[in-house]
């Protein structure tokens, strides 16, 4: 499970005009990149353009790429009672998708199961073989918390909390399990949040009965089971109902490097914070009233956080990881600028590490990397480009993901999951 932090470029698009010929596959082909920002910008240009089937079906994605659930689930709902012909199996089992990832964001487990079992009842035929996996995996994870209560989140003042840097440069922040204090890691990039099957039997946390794929790092595949914690502690913030991947110890011990994983806080529980600021001295400040801003710079793809950058004079979208201690660019980078990254980087051989264990991979080094975050300018000593998918048969959908190297350039971060934005002082 890999871990990164984000930053993104604000970026003034230009109208765009979308001719009713046409209009809708490029719609789709912003959708299958995962551009959301062009996508967002495209339906506010020509509202008028589309017809209302084809705006709600847009919109609901949009919705839930920028967090916004519930509104997601609305216009979900209403392109699904209004809809046209002209749209295909497929189609639908997207919009039903987005559904089920604005229910379970919402912790709202019950719904997103029911709507699992609605794709595998009604459309499992139009789905490829990885397809069907992926959902028959997600009813595997929803359907044992159906009936556990929504996570929630109990904040009365600003919260300041002094984090450590591991060996490895990847930030770790104290939290409580009753009276027992332990150390994790605060990742962004983790989809869920994380324990070792020996770390979940001793703080207590409730084994749920199910097992399920978990793709890890690399691509590996871990088979792991789901657990509950009734509370955490997070510098005096109380999170309840917690969600928990819990993994054999083995797939997080890494004993040639001298470094075990207990837990990982993940995505589920970093989001519901709503606003964290993160110093180059290792403090998490998490304020208790967001501060809204237009910026809107941070989609997510599912649970993966997406951010907008500059480099190569080109604008491109990357994953933010704070768990990743490198920034990597991927396959879609390489492609692009595949006579630039031959000339001029140094083909080697690396390993990579994370949940799942370690994997070798060819890489090319390119050095001192500029890039550029919004307004901030700055240069990374070295970025790997992988130019080969992550996972095999899987295409990468973004250019790179952007690592702690990021974060290292600044003062200050901050993330805010309800106006969507990171920003760097």
Same mark, same amino acid.
């Given at each position: 499970?890999? +871990?990164?932090?984000?930053?993104?470029?604000?970026?003034?698009?230009?109208?765009?005009?979308?001719?009713?010929?046409?209009?809708?596959?490029?719609?789709?082909?912003?959708?299958?990149?995962?551009?959301?920002?062009? *996508?967002?910008?495209?339906?506010?240009?020509?509202?008028?353009? @589309? &017809?209302?089937?084809?705006?709600?079906?847009?919109?609901? %994605?949009?919705?839930?790429?920028?967090?916004?659930?519930?509104?997601?689930?609305?216009?979900?709902?209403?392109?699904?009672?209004?809809?046209?012909?002209?749209?295909?199996?497929?189609?639908?089992?997207?919009? @039903?998708?987005?559904?089920?990832?604005?229910?379970?964001?919402?912790?709202?487990?019950?719904?997103?199961?029911?709507?699992?079992?609605?794709?595998?009842?009604?459309?499992?035929?139009?789905?490829?073989?990885?397809? @069907?996996?992926?959902?028959?995996?997600?009813?595997?994870?929803?359907?044992?918390?159906?009936?556990?209560?929504?996570?929630?989140?109990?904040?009365?003042?600003?919260?300041?909390?002094?984090?450590? &840097?591991?060996?490895?440069?990847?930030?770790?922040?104290?939290?409580?399990?009753?009276?027992?204090?332990?150390?994790?890691?605060?990742?962004?990039?983790?989809?869920?949040?994380?324990?070792?099957?020996?770390?979940?039997?001793?703080?207590?946390v409730k084994k749920l009965n199910t097992s399920f794929k978990v793709s890890a790092s690399q691509g590996k595949i871990v088979q792991s089971d789901l657990g509950v914690a009734?509370? *955490?502690? *997070?510098?005096?913030?109380? +999170?309840?109902?917690?969600?928990?991947?819990?993994?054999?110890?083995?797939?997080?011990?890494?004993?040639?490097?001298?470094?075990?994983?207990?837990?990982?806080?993940?995505?589920?529980? +970093?989001?519901?914070?709503?606003?964290?600021?993160?110093?180059?001295?290792?403090?998490?400040? %998490?304020?208790?009233?967001?501060?809204?801003?237009?910026?809107?710079?941070?989609? !997510?793809?599912?649970?993966?956080? %997406?951010?907008?950058?500059?480099?190569?004079?080109?604008?491109?979208?990357?994953?933010?990881?704070?768990?990743?201690?490198q920034t990597d660019f991927y396959s879609p980078f390489y492609e692009k600028y595949k006579d630039a990254v031959l000339a001029n980087g140094t083909k080697m051989r690396k390993?990579?590490?994370?949940?799942?264990?370690?994997?070798? %991979?060819?890489?090319?080094?390119?050095?001192?990397?500029?890039?550029?975050?919004? &307004?901030?300018?700055?240069?990374?000593?070295?970025?790997?480009?992988?130019? /080969?998918? @992550?996972?095999?048969?899987?295409?990468?959908?973004?250019?790179?993901? !952007?690592?702690?190297?990021?974060?290292?350039?600044?003062? /200050?971060?901050?993330?805010?999951? /309800?106006?969507?934005?990171?920003?760097?002082?």
């Amino acid at each position: 499970m890999s +871990i990164y932090k984000y930053q993104i470029i604000l970026v003034v698009f230009l109208s765009f005009y979308l001719p009713a010929k046409g209009g809708q596959e490029q719609l789709r082909n912003w959708y299958a990149q995962a551009d959301y920002f062009h *996508l967002r910008d495209a339906l506010k240009t020509n509202a008028y353009e @589309l &017809s209302t089937d084809v705006r709600l079906y847009y919109e609901a %994605i949009t919705e839930n790429a920028f967090n916004r659930n519930t509104q997601a689930i609305q216009k979900a709902d209403s392109f699904l009672k209004l809809k046209a012909g002209g749209w295909n199996d497929i189609d639908i089992v997207q919009i @039903l998708e987005v559904k089920m990832d604005s229910y379970a964001k919402l912790y709202q487990y019950k719904k997103a199961a029911n709507i699992c079992g609605k794709i595998l009842d009604n459309y499992s035929q139009a789905l490829s073989a990885n397809e @069907l996996a992926s959902i028959e995996n997600s009813y595997n994870i929803y359907n044992p918390l159906a009936n556990i209560p929504p996570q929630a989140v109990e904040q009365t003042a600003d919260a300041l909390i002094r984090m450590h &840097s591991n060996m490895y440069g990847l930030l770790e922040v104290p939290v409580s399990f009753g009276k027992q204090d332990e150390t994790f890691l605060f990742d962004t990039g983790a989809n869920m949040s994380v324990l070792t099957e020996s770390y979940a039997e001793k703080l207590g946390v409730k084994k749920l009965n199910t097992s399920f794929k978990v793709s890890a790092s690399q691509g590996k595949i871990v088979q792991s089971d789901l657990g509950v914690a009734d509370s *955490l502690n *997070l510098g005096g913030i109380i +999170i309840r109902n917690v969600v928990f991947i819990i993994m054999p110890d083995t797939k997080l011990d890494f004993p040639k490097a001298g470094f075990r994983i207990r837990g990982i806080l993940g995505f589920p529980v +970093i989001s519901a914070l709503k606003e964290v600021h993160i110093f180059k001295d290792s403090l998490l400040q %998490i304020r208790l009233t967001p501060k809204p801003t237009n910026l809107n710079n941070m989609v !997510l793809r599912g649970l993966f956080p %997406i951010v907008q950058a500059q480099t190569a004079n080109d604008t491109m979208i990357f994953q933010f990881d704070t768990g990743a201690t490198q920034t990597d660019f991927y396959s879609p980078f390489y492609e692009k600028y595949k006579d630039a990254v031959l000339a001029n980087g140094t083909k080697m051989r690396k390993v990579f590490g994370g949940a799942g264990g370690n994997k070798t %991979i060819k890489v090319y080094e390119l050095r001192n990397v500029k890039m550029r975050i919004g &307004s901030n300018e700055f240069v990374l000593p070295a970025v790997n480009v992988i130019p /080969e998918p @992550l996972r095999e048969g899987r295409p990468d959908f973004t250019y790179g993901n !952007l690592g702690h190297d990021v974060v290292a350039q600044f003062k /200050e971060m901050i993330i805010n999951f /309800e106006s969507m934005y990171l920003d760097f002082n």
